[in-house]
């Protein structure tokens, strides 16, 4: 599975997955086999980070 490159846009999908189909960062990252780690620092880069109480990045 490709997931978008833009950290952008790759926040746009991940908060549309986490929405519609995770409960958490955790199970979204094990369904798609996604490093978690790489995943955030990927968009630390811009200033978004995991809020697991609203389970999306902000």
Known sequence: MSIPKDPYMLMSYINTQLRDNYD???????????????????????????NSSLNQFK
């Open 24 to 50: 958490s960062l955790d199970s979204l990252c094990a369904a798609l086999d996604l490093d978690r780690s790489s995943l955030e620092k990927t968009l630390a880069s811009v200033d978004l980070h995991y």
